[in-house]
């Protein structure tokens, strides 16, 4: 009995499949026409989409060095003392870094970068770059380089400004071995290593002339508190505080890489990194393809429906 049911349903599935192959095959034509048209829209938006050329930095995280040793002999009994001033008696270099990560992708600090390297025209006005002559094609439409101004009446905010160079920018850390890679995407390949170059200078700039404000202050509280310090064995006490954090403040004078240590530098790239535009071409196709096939099976379906009403 299952048999009897069973076949004249497979039947039916079969002729539902031959028809919608006789649909599309009746409407081959609509379909080679609307795929092609995808296709030479594809092709058109592909190479009208500029080069993006994308540099690269390899960065180590640079470990505490100089006062954590004789500090780590203080940290239990002098902890909050030391906390008062500032100090961590700890050594351990894990809250610089992880503060100098989010201190890279702040909007205060971006917006300074812009600024004080004047990335406004470059950053939010440029649309592509000239590989003759090694120079940014500025568009005419939205800054007049010849009078230095901005054609409509509002420039870019520092937001629109921290938001687009955010996008090009991008940070990621290895749990595993801590090793940081920090990329950044523009249409000059040459802009892109300069400024990238600049971006982990300033980084271990700021954090290292912060540092330093905080151990110079650290040094004032603690030789402060030293001239009212009545008992003798407490002196001994501020005079090794105050002797790790002049080292410290020593090495944020001398150290470069402060907080960050480049092992692999950062290089003119040599290829683009976007548009990938063999891909764009390929789903402009597939896309035009499933679109005239449905529109030949929707067109087919409706005219059965008509016929059946009529």
């Not at 409407?27 to 795929?35: E, H, S, V």
């Not at 909050?80 to 890279?104: F, R």
């Not at 600049?198 to 040094?219: C, G, H, P, Y």
């Amino acid at each position: 009995m299952s048999q009897e049911y069973n076949s004249p349903q497979v039947e039916d599935d079969e002729i539902d499949l031959a028809e919608l192959w006789r649909a599309i095959w009746a409407g081959k034509f609509i379909i080679i026409a609307i795929t092609f048209v995808f296709a030479v829209a594809s092709v058109f938006y592909a190479l009208s989409k500029p080069d993006v050329y994308k540099a690269s930095v390899l960065l180590s995280p640079v470990s505490s060095q100089g006062g954590s040793g004789g500090l780590g002999a203080l940290a239990g009994q002098f902890g909050g003392l030391a906390s008062l001033a500032g100090i961590n008696l700890s050594g351990d270099g894990g809250d610089k870094t992880s503060i100098a990560l989010a201190t890279l992708e702040s909007r205060s600090f971006i917006e300074n970068f812009i600024k004080k390297h004047d990335l406004l025209v470059p950053l939010m006005a440029s649309k592509k770059w000239d590989n003759v002559t090694e120079s940014l094609i500025i568009n005419n439409e939205l800054y007049d380089e010849k009078n230095k101004k901005w054609i409509k009446a509002i420039k870019p905010t520092p937001w629109r400004t921290y938001k687009e160079f955010s996008r090009l920018l991008s940070v990621t850390q290895d749990k595993k071995t801590s090793l940081i890679t920090v990329n950044l995407k523009f249409y000059s390949p040459l802009l892109a290593k300069q400024w990238l170059t600049l971006l982990v200078q300033e980084i271990n700039d700021f954090i290292r002339k912060q540092e330093k404000e905080e151990t110079k202050a650290s040094i004032d509280y603690l030789q402060k508190e030293l001239k009212n310090i009545q008992v003798k064995n407490m002196e001994t006490v501020f005079y090794q505080l105050i002797e790790e954090q002049t080292k410290n403040m020593m090495l944020a004078q001398v150290k470069k890489e402060y907080v960050f240590k480049t092992i692999d530098s950062v290089q003119v790239p040599d290829q683009k990194d976007s548009p990938k535009r063999s891909m764009i071409i390929i789903l402009g196709v597939l896309l035009g393809g499933v679109i005239s096939i449905c529109f030949v099976l929707i067109r087919h379906f409706r005219k059965l429906i008509l016929l059946k009403k009529n």
